[in-house]
């Protein structure tokens, strides 16, 4: 059974290597694997071949319609489309580019500061939209001529927008949190809650990688010119709506004032209130926010469902059982084993999508998780978990930068397509250090993204 599981995460590679959509490659492996084992097993019990064919197929079918009912029918999946609302209407009511001009007006006239005015913006945009892409895409657009004007280096230019973008997988709310959340069956809010305070001082280490890159080559991010005060307090008046907006969601799942549900409800009808009120919601930018967000929305689920699909199918395999205890007989420790884990999603992610490794990975890495104990408590085994989520988290951040893949660096390279691919990959390593940094400081203090949660009020 054990080889049948490697056979079934190789053909499901080697479709993903052809281009195969993630989530119908899953469906299709779950399916045929599903197939193959339970006919498998009830062959060896004495059944006949017809029988156990059979026998096999109606497990796979009832799987695949059972899962699909599940995953489509899950209440707290609301908070998908919610929060892809949410991030469309803020782009259109231009809460986008008012984050943006607030961070200028107070850090644009530093050396590096139209950089570090992006990484803030990113920051402040991953707050409302939970999208790396939709961040990258959208700040993009608003710093990169900013930085052409004032003749930054290419490399620090588009590497603070392809680094700054991935913020909106780390930042609350966070698509990838939510699928984790639902694959390890964790609370939305507490992993949301448990992504603050890393968010935070991963966007602080991005500003420190971007000065001492402008330390070393002050040529590379020229300060601009100072606003004066009365410029400031406009911008920063105007970027309130955002405030109230990210304040009311995030504080309300904190307070357990609002599920997480109820919370990207209120945050995607109070960022429809400043676009109707800026008056920026004409019918066609209305019916292409509403597209943009079924298809996402769409994307998201069909993933979801896959993910059903295919886990049930290596808990047949009793792979990842042998994995467990393979990877808890070697003699290096939990953190010798938590290192390999990590490096291994290094090596994916230079050729894997962010969401798509995080489906493929979970159902297989954490069994091993939950047998170590990485000095958490026995009765904390929930902090655990929601720990070890933003640790994927991030080193799915640092693949979506890493080459060749780098999904964020494409998504620049469209924007600014007169910059080399290599000047971009260039620009991206010292925000890559950074996040390394941020991994080894999430190990050695592990309360840097639990303490949140457990303060949690319900």
Same mark, same amino acid.
């Given at each position: =059974?054990?080889?049948?599981?490697?056979?079934?995460?190789?053909?499901?590679?080697?479709?993903?290597?052809?281009?195969?959509?993630?989530?119908?490659?899953?469906?299709?492996?779950?399916?045929?694997?599903?197939?193959?084992?339970?006919?498998?097993?009830?062959?060896?019990?004495?059944?006949?071949?017809?029988?156990?064919?059979?026998? @096999?197929?109606?497990? !796979?079918?009832?799987?695949?319609?059972?899962?699909?009912?599940?995953?489509?029918?899950?209440?707290?999946?609301?908070?998908?489309?919610?929060?892809?609302?949410?991030?469309?209407?803020?782009?259109?009511?231009?809460?986008?580019?008012?984050?943006?001009?607030?961070?200028?007006?107070?850090?644009?006239?530093?050396?590096?500061?139209?950089?570090?005015?992006?990484?803030?913006?990113?920051?402040?945009?991953?707050?409302?939209?939970?999208?790396?892409?939709?961040?990258?895409?959208?700040?993009?657009?608003?710093?990169?001529?900013?930085?052409?004007?004032?003749?930054?280096?290419?490399?620090?230019?588009?590497?603070?927008?392809?680094?700054?973008?991935?913020?909106?997988?780390?930042?609350?709310?966070?698509?990838?949190?939510?699928?984790?959340?639902?694959?390890?069956?964790?609370?939305?809010?507490?992993?949301?809650?448990?992504?603050?305070?890393?968010?935070?001082?991963?966007?602080?280490?991005?500003?420190?990688?971007?000065?001492?890159?402008?330390?070393?080559?002050?040529?590379?991010?020229?300060?601009?010119?100072?606003?004066?005060?009365?410029?400031?307090?406009?911008?920063?008046?105007?970027?309130?709506?955002?405030? !109230?907006?990210?304040?009311?969601?995030?504080?309300?799942?904190?307070?357990?004032?609002?599920?997480?549900?109820?919370?990207?409800?209120?945050?995607?009808?109070?960022?429809?209130?400043?676009?109707?009120?800026?008056?920026?919601?004409?019918?066609?930018?209305?019916?292409?926010?509403?597209?943009?967000?079924?298809?996402?929305?769409?994307?998201?689920?069909?993933?979801?469902? @896959?993910?059903?699909?295919?886990?049930?199918?290596?808990?047949?395999?009793?792979?990842?059982?042998?994995?467990?205890?393979?990877?808890?007989?070697?003699?290096?420790?939990?953190?010798?084993?938590?290192?390999?884990?990590?490096?291994?999603?290094?090596?994916? @992610?230079?050729?894997?999508?962010?969401?798509? =490794?995080?489906?493929?990975?979970?159902?297989?890495?954490?069994?091993?998780?939950?047998?170590?104990?990485?000095?958490?408590?026995?009765?904390?085994?929930?902090?655990?978990?929601?720990?070890?989520?933003?640790?994927?988290?991030?080193?799915?951040?640092?693949? =979506?930068?890493?080459?060749?893949?780098?999904?964020?660096?494409?998504?620049?390279?469209?924007?600014?397509?007169?910059?080399?691919?290599?000047?971009?990959?260039?620009?991206?390593?010292?925000?890559?250090?950074?996040? !390394?940094?941020?991994?080894?400081?999430?190990?050695?203090?592990?309360?840097?993204?639990?303490?949140?949660?457990?303060? =949690?009020?319900?």
């Amino acid at each position: =059974m054990t080889a049948l599981g490697v056979l079934g995460l190789l053909c499901l590679f080697l479709l993903l290597a052809l281009r195969f959509p993630v989530a119908l490659a899953m469906i299709l492996i779950g399916v045929v694997g599903t197939i193959v084992a339970t006919a498998n097993r009830f062959l060896l019990l004495g059944m006949s071949s017809e029988q156990a064919w059979a026998r @096999g197929l109606k497990t !796979a079918m009832s799987n695949l319609s059972g899962e699909t009912f599940e995953a489509a029918s899950n209440y707290n999946l609301l908070v998908i489309p919610m929060f892809v609302l949410m991030g469309n209407l803020a782009g259109v009511s231009g809460m986008s580019a008012d984050l943006f001009t607030a961070a200028y007006r107070w850090m644009g006239h530093m050396k590096g500061g139209l950089a570090s005015a992006t990484i803030a913006a990113c920051a402040g945009f991953a707050a409302l939209s939970g999208s790396s892409l939709a961040a990258a895409i959208t700040m993009g657009r608003v710093a990169l001529p900013e930085m052409k004007k004032f003749k930054y280096a290419d490399s620090l230019a588009t590497g603070s927008v392809a680094a700054g973008g991935t913020l909106g997988f780390l930042i609350p709310p966070s698509g990838g949190m939510i699928i984790y959340a639902v694959l390890t069956e964790q609370s939305i809010g507490r992993l949301f809650m448990a992504g603050v305070i890393p968010g935070i001082l991963m966007t602080l280490l991005f500003m420190a990688a971007i000065y001492l890159t402008v330390l070393r080559r002050p040529d590379a991010g020229p300060p601009g010119p100072r606003a004066s005060w009365p410029e400031r307090r406009s911008a920063t008046l105007a970027a309130l709506p955002f405030v !109230a907006v990210v304040g009311l969601t995030i504080g309300g799942m904190y307070t357990g004032f609002f599920t997480p549900v109820e919370a990207s409800s209120v945050g995607a009808f109070l960022t429809l209130l400043v676009a109707l009120w800026r008056r920026s919601l004409a019918f066609r930018a209305l019916r292409e926010v509403i597209l943009q967000t079924v298809k996402a929305s769409a994307t998201v689920f069909l993933i979801i469902i @896959g993910a059903f699909i295919f886990i049930p199918f290596m808990s047949i395999t009793e792979l990842p059982g042998q994995l467990v205890s393979l990877m808890t007989s070697l003699p290096i420790g939990d953190y010798g084993i938590l290192l390999i884990i990590i490096l291994i999603y290094m090596f994916l @992610g230079m050729f894997l999508e962010g969401i798509a =490794m995080l489906v493929l990975t979970i159902p297989v890495v954490l069994p091993i998780i939950a047998a170590l104990d990485f000095g958490f408590d026995p009765s904390m085994a929930d902090m655990k978990m929601i720990w070890f989520g933003i640790v994927v988290v991030i080193v799915l951040e640092m693949g =979506m930068i890493s080459p060749p893949v780098g999904l964020n660096v494409f998504v620049v390279k469209s924007i600014a397509p007169g910059v080399p691919m290599g000047q971009i990959f260039r620009g991206i390593w010292p925000f890559w250090f950074a996040m !390394a940094f941020m991994l080894l400081l999430l190990t050695l203090f592990p309360q840097i993204a639990i303490f949140l949660p457990q303060t =949690m009020v319900g």
